[in-house]
């Protein structure tokens, strides 16, 4: 390795640490996965889906990368505490977590002729806990572990719907403005009374397709949406990210380059929230 090597390594690698990524079966949260692999974390895909948990990480393993399956529901407290004794009993530690899990749903979404004051409380609450507390409880049981190193780092995830409203997503939206508070928050939570070595930070993620929002971005022909349209005109590059557009960002905020950052918010976003649309 040349001296530029050696200097571009010890900012951003992460060999020797293992990874939790909740959600990690999904889009983003997979290529997030794939990304700290690379950088050269253990990572334990965390999801609902074994089946699917189980070939993302088949596949990575095929690749190289070393991985396992954690099956576990965010809102479920016994089944994360089942997969933290899982992770440490494979690998002894655990030194970075990703809450990607989340999500939107149609309950918690004012409908395009619909009104805010049809929404149910079963549907509103819905997504705020998937979301707000889907975060909460991981970072309960596996930042304990954290705590009790002095070292590790929390990547929570937030939206630009909190800093500019989006039309329809209220429960999503509400949900993501506590994500981030809660970011800054247990950020000094940690630092402060667990030592200088303890890190959340938040990403916040512009316009990426992914299974939830496409209907909503892309017509079955390929075409962009009224809402696609309006999107793509308000985000200055022109277009919606690629999932591993993140990967640069979330390496950074996981590694010793980042030893200096906390409880901030990230945004990847290809313009969109500096972009006035003129």
Known sequence: MTKRDDFLASLYSLEGKTAIVTGGTGVLGSAMARGLARA????????????????IVAEMTAEGDVAMPLVADVMERDQLDKAREQILKEWGRIDILINAAGGNSPEGT?????SFFD???????????????????????????MANQKLGYIVNISSLSVPRALTRPIAYSAAKAGIENFTRWLAIEMVQKYGEGLHVNALAPGFFLADQNRPFMVNPDGTFTPRGHAII??????????????????VWLCSPSASFVNGIVVAVDGGFGAFSGV
Do not use: C, W, Y
């Open 119 to 145: 929404l149910t409380q079963a549907g509103i609450q819905g997504v705020i806990d998937l979301n707000l507390m889907g975060t909460i409880l991981p970072s309960q049981v596996f930042g304990e572990v």
């Open 40 to 55: 050269g974390a253990k990572v334990a895909i965390l999801g609902r889906r074994a089946q699917l948990a189980e070939q």
């Open 233 to 250: 005109n308000h985000t200055a590059s022109g277009r919606f990210g690629e999932p591993d557009e993140l990967v640069g960002a979330v």
């Open 110 to 114: 004012v409908k395009v002729d619909g």
